[in-house]
């Protein structure tokens, strides 16, 4: 009787684990296989689409090797318990591709050859030869075939003579260049551009200027630049040409051979579109020449094992800042997963993170932006929130390696970040513009090689950057900064890091036309090899050691030396150190040697995703009104709304501080509140933020429930359009640990406050 319990026991227990998967079907998939099939094993469907007409939650698609020309868009969603798998059978290698072979070839000329096809993507349109890119016809010729020529290419140089409107350099082949375009990366070279050439003649062409309406990038004497997009240009191997008009494609085979069924054309954007969908995965498949589509309700996709390679192209680079940012595979919607991947060769970006919550670890992206824009490898765009970004190698790009611009509460650590300024200058291994941060932390990360010719700099967060926390990171191969700061800025805090190269360690000095003002940013136990440079009221500094000249293979203290045993202890940052106190810089002496970047071979196992919390951070949640979001401030009257003013660090009088958000107090008293929790008894703290307050009315900040009388700052009144800041001291009483802090408009008119940045810091240790 107990033997057949037990029995019975097992049954049921088999019965509530595989349950969920009860009824799921593996669908099998082969390229080669006779029409009519239905999916099984002995009858594959020939396309992925059939299965993914087919699949039902918690079914796989088991893909046989070889080459699938489609774009895939599953009918359904999986759920948490049963997703959707899409999968090699057993270890052979898939590819879905956005490319089409091009046949029927006749010779023209010497190594030239010619084939009717229909190429209708514009300045998205790409030619590939054996796999790999082929350049559309140019001069300067790229000088050589392989990828790492899409970054390291020949560039022709401005000579005397040069306007905003015309190219000169007698280098220039003599040819009629009329309806050709100009790629320029020119003046001071933030970013790259292309123009139309509307005439030419001997040592000139004539260029439609695409340049910033400051100039800030005109074509000028030493500007770098290229031509491309005539047949005339066609005179060397590895290059095309398309002749719209005619619907012919010209080629010169990498190898000078005849190019037979070599040679692809690219006629879709996307493997899978997964608009709309949830809890489908892919698995150990290649991408080749398309992307992935998502958008804001695809949830909890798994991407793992994938090698998507040449994710986006354009030709075309005329938004100036924005140009080609948000392309490559874009990952829109929350929950998603990406690891164990390779994701390369984008013209703009080639992972785009536009969501909440993803995990994206051991990661290869790489080669990205060899347009010169502000795209980059990765991106971490408007919207961002609650990311991990962990054990990552991203490397080469044509600006910076890793975009930072909407960070926001994300984790990034343990991330090898490399190789950034192959075409422009002025940039950082990291760049971010007005970055609301959200108590983003970044630690134990190499940044290292900004090939920039000059101005490249490691962490760099320029103008309006708020409420991020860097420690424990290691930079090197840079000239100008290891860490830089514009301004204004405000809780900033740097800890423990290391730089090993650089005519500064550490500098922040510029404000443009803002305030050169860095309240409540702090920087302790840091090493350099170099010194600073700062022009700025409120860097709190201490227990640094720069100048130091004794790293060991640009990361390890060397034993018996002033960084070693003296640096302060910060809960959280460096709990755990070895010997009488913690070691300044990013390697603690007989502590763990931690590596960084992507490892295949051994991906990386519990990761630690706990947040260090410094007690000096800023303790107001969604402090600068992230993405036009109130949570969790709560409203005092009607009038109160988050309003958007996007602008540069030039303005000065706009209604949002950099960053684009504010709160608008409107008609009547009116105003925002928020409880925050975490403090600690009988410890003072203050509370600030910026008013911008129009004529005849009145503003403050407020705190109460903290164990004290209610208490108010000094009010602002008529200063717009101008910024000003008021801060308020408050002791939390004994055993408190919350307290309610208020932005208020404490006047009744009719007219308008706007209220920004507000932070919340301890004081009393």
Known sequence: MKRTFRIIAVMVTCLFVFAPFVGAKNYYVDSGAAKGGNGSRQAPFRTIQQAADAMQPGDTCRIRGGVYRETVAPERAGTAEKPIVFRPDGNEKVTITGCEKVNGWEKVRDHVYRAKVSMDLGHENQVFADGQMMFEARWPNAGGVEPKYLLQFKMAVMDKGTTPT????????????????????SHKRWYSWTGKVTGSGPGYVEVENNSDSKGNHVCKKGGKYYLFGVKSALDTANEWYYDADA???????????????????????????????SHVELRNLHIHGSSIRTDKRSTNLVFDGLRAVYVYHSHRARRRYGSQKKTGIVLSGTGHVVRNCEIAYSSGTCLALDGRDYRIVNNYIHDGAYMGTYAAPV?????????????????????????????????????????????????????????????SELRYNWFHHNVADSHNMGLYFDHGCKNLIFHHNVIWGVDFAGMINN??????????????????????????????????????????????????????????????????????????????????????????????????????????QWEAGHDFQNPPTDIDTTRSLPPRRNLIENAAFYAG????????????????????????????????????????????????????????????????????????LGVRDYGGPEKHSETVTDNAPNWSRRTLRFTTGPGQTSALVVLEKNSSGSGTVYADDPGLRLIGE
């Open 629 to 700: 979001h109130l949570d969790p401030w709560q409203m005092v009257g009607e009038n109160v709304k988050v309003i958007s003013h996007f602008h540069s660090q030039w303005v000065t009088d706009g209604r949002a501080m950099m960053g684009g958000y504010s709160a608008r107090l409107g008609k009547g008293r009116n105003g925002v509140w928020q409880s925050v929790t975490g403090l600690k008894p009988e410890t003072t703290y203050e509370l600030m933020a910026m008013f911008r307050v129009e004529k005849g009315e009145s503003a403050r």
């Open 247 to 277: 619907g012919e494609l010209y080629v010169w085979m990498p190898d000078g051979g005849r190019p037979g069924d070599r040679v692809e054309v690219k006629r879709r954007m996307y493997a899978f579109d997964l608009r709309g969908k």
């Open 487 to 592: 301004q204004y800025g405000n809780y900033l805090l740097y800890y423990n890091n290391t730089v090993a190269d650089g005519r500064n360690s550490y500098r922040s000095t510029w404000g443009a036309a803002q305030d050169k003002d860095l309240y409540a940013c702090r920087m302790f136990n840091n090493v350099g090899a170099a010194g600073v440079a700062v022009k700025a009221e409120g860097l709190e500094t201490g227990s640094n050691s720069w100048n130091y000249k004794k790293l060991r293979e640009k990361k390890f203290l060397t034993p018996g030396t002033e960084p070693v045993d003296s640096a302060v202890h910060i809960p959280g940052i460096t709990d755990g150190y070895e010997g009488p106190a913690p070691d300044r810089g990013a390697y603690e002496l007989g502590g763990p």
């Open 166 to 185: 015309k190219i000169v350099d007698d280098a220039i082949p003599e040819q009629d260049w009329k309806g050709a375009t100009a790629w320029v990366s």
């Open 379 to 439: 991106l971490f765009a408007g919207g961002t929130r609650g990311h991990l970004f962990s054990h990552n190698t991203v490397a080469r790009a044509g600006r910076t390696t890793l975009n930072t611009g909407s960070l926001y509460d994300c984790l990034v650590q343990y991330n090898d970040v490399s190789y950034a300024g192959y075409l422009t200058d002025d940039l950082g291994l990291t760049y971010g513009n007005g970055v609301e941060g959200g108590n």
